[in-house]
Every structure is written in C-alpha cells, then in structure tokens.
C-alpha cells in the first residue's frame, strides 16, 4: 500500500513558465518532507524539505508548500529551466519511525523551450 | 560528492542464484539504507541499518537480508535471486537518518535475474 502517492507520472512545461509537481500521503504520523530529483543513470539528490510546523518553505527557484488536513504537499518551480527536466520524488518520514524515509512513486518533468 | 559507491554497477544472473550488493562509504555516516526503483512504484525501502550490526526492514524486505559489520560497508544480499527481484538499487547514506536532513545516494546497481 502505497503511503506517498504521486498521481502524475509525468509533466511537460514550456521554459520559464511554473512547474507544479504535488505529492499526496495517507500516513497521519509523517511529519517531515522532502524533494528530491533524479537525473537517468544518477542516483537521487536532495532539493528540499519541509517540517509539519512549516506550511512553506523556498530555497531560490523552489518552493514546496505543506497542507497538512489535505495530507497534500507541492513543489513549484518558478522559473522552470531545460536543466530541471529530470523524476522528481517526494518523500517522508514520521513520528515513531523517524529513520525511515518513504519515497513516492515520481513524476517525470520536461521543461522544453 | 559523498564518497559512497556500489558494487557492481550492473550484474545479470540467474534465477535461483544467490546474488550481494556491495555498498561502500567513506563518510563514516551511521545511517545506511538500500532500495529498489521500479516503474510505476518509485523508490521503495528494503533495508537500512542505524549502526554496526543494527538494521530493520524496510517497506519490501521479503527475499532480501542484509549485513554491516563495519561502518562503511552495508552489503545487501538476495539469497535465491527471482526475476521480481530485477531491478535497479540504491545504497544511501545519512548522518543523523532520514529527519535530520537529506540521504545521500549512490549512483546504483542495475540487477537483471533471467
């Protein structure tokens, strides 16, 4: 059963213009979040996270914001550039299980020109 | 870069045979996790370990154990590997696990059991 859930396998944006990448969960005790990107044949890398005390956190072109009752959170990217195109994997981790960080199942972005 | 590798990077094998993947850090972190990505499931959590010989299972853990002995070694092995087992791994590493900030990840081992 899937705790982290992506719904859009995939999304495709003209340069410049917002990405919004959205990520839902079911598990009440997550409590902390986090992006990550991926490029083929790389592992992960880390892009940003976000605590439950927060609804919103930015670091330059990447804003993720939390809405804890909708269990939703969503990463903007503002503006979108060629070199963003890459999976994007939302992930979380909760009270009581804190070393464990469940991903989801990814969106892949496209910024074309 | 974290100085984490995997080893191998790719192997083709076949079923029924045991298979071990090699993860390697010179980071000296305590946390080590392995997961598998797979389309349409993302990455899923097979094992980690919180230190030398402490580890717990993960989200898919069935058909899979794993060893860390030393600090820098977290070895995952498939002991009858089957072809649901073909995937690509990830080996990550983290400091303080997965709430004190980002893991980071190797640059992972592509599995084919035939």
């Known amino acids: 059963d899937q705790q982290v859930k992506q719904n859009s396998p995939s999304l495709s944006v003209q340069e410049g213009r917002i990405s919004i990448l959205n990520c839902d969960y079911t598990n009440s005790m997550f409590d902390y979040f986090l992006w990550y990107k991926k490029y083929p044949a790389e592992g992960p890398t880390f892009l940003i996270s976000i605590s439950s005390i927060k609804d919103k956190n930015e670091d330059g072109r990447f804003t993720v914001f939390l809405n804890k009752s909708a269990k939703h959170l969503s990463l903007h990217i503002v503006p979108s550039q060629p070199g963003d195109s890459a999976v994007y994997f939302c992930a979380a981790s909760g009270l009581g299980d804190t070393d464990k960080l469940i991903f989801g199942t990814g969106t892949r972005l496209q910024v074309f020109p | 870069d974290a100085g984490i590798t995997q080893s191998p990077r790719h192997k083709v094998t076949e079923t029924g045979t045991p298979v071990t993947l090699r993860c390697h850090q010179t980071e000296n972190h305590r946390y080590m996790y392995w997961y598998r990505q797979d389309p349409g499931h993302g990455l899923r959590l097979i094992h980690y370990s919180y230190g030398v010989k402490d580890t717990d299972k993960g989200e898919v853990s069935d058909g899979y154990s794993v060893s860390r002995s030393k600090t820098e070694d977290f070895l995952l092995t498939l002991e009858s590997a089957t072809s649901s087992q073909t995937s690509v791994y990830f080996c990550?590493?983290?400091?303080?696990?997965?709430?004190?900030?980002?893991?980071?990840f190797g640059e992972g081992s592509r599995l084919t059991v035939l």
């Open positions: 990550a590493i983290g400091k303080g696990g997965a709430r004190t900030g980002e893991l980071f």
